[in-house]
């Protein structure tokens, strides 16, 4: 039945008798407010009981939880709201750079050609970035991230992420700082590589122009430490754990401004809780953040 028309109290409805003689139950769905002020989402069925007489004996309530299935679906609204957000601005891009390029009105110079060609390209590949980020969370929702495990030096795995950042870098110098005889790790090397492109990519997404980026890498006896630090927009406090939730972004004008999808912390710290390490971000607001991630050495 549907709440705004029954519009009975249990006790009125019992009182007049059960509303509905054939069906005999009665669903509700609200929010239960609790004393502490906080809510729960229900689903209550009520049947009733009834004897020879046809008078209510009894009210039998089943009250189900519905926090999952809310939380699900406010989920999946999100999921649609990102993928359909962060999708446009690439695909509108492409568009706009094939449809200026086969104008036959047009004869555009070499260098016109090639420069359209390559943001094909740079959208291309952030879209395949978020079809596989995607593709990852939806996956870890199934179950536990598989690991590829080998020695993995990450000094020489940051060196190399830093080559490939090599443009970026022109608007973010990239400092390592690494001791020598750094010691290898039993872990996954791309899955390693992903996370720490992700923190790379958002110390420059978060930090003006001309600001620096230090990789660092530290040593205790039992973990390998590395960290990424940036002088950027840094996080609230009250922020700070928040950003490792899926899809979770910090509603700020900068953050409206870039894009970005909120996973990449979630599967960054998906993947470093799957070599059974930790990971944390230490930051200032308006000063910087440090990104840090330690992993076990053996
Ligand atoms: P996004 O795709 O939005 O960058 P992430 O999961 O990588 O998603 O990050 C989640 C949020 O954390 C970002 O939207 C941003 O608000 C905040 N954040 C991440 N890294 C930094 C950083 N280096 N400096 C400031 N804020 C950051």
Partial sequence: IEPKRAGLTLSEAIAGGWPLRDSTAIYVEGDLRKTDGSHVPVGITYAALFDREERIVNVIANVRDMTRLREADDLKNTFISVISHELKTPVALIKGYAGTLRREDARWDARTIRDSAASIEEEADRLTQLIDNLLDASRLQAGALKLNLSDVALDQLAQHIVEKFSVEAAQHPITLNFPPD??????????????????ISNAMKYSPAGTMITIGGQLTPREVIVTVTDRGIGIPLEEQSRIFERFYRVDDALTRRTQGSGLGLYLAKAVIDAHHGRIWVKSVPGQGSTFAFALPRE
Wanted: aromatic residues 6%; negative net charge.
């Fill in 182 to 199: 750094y010691p290898t790790v039993p872990a996954d090397a791309t899955r390693l590589e992903q996370v720490l492109s992700n923190l």
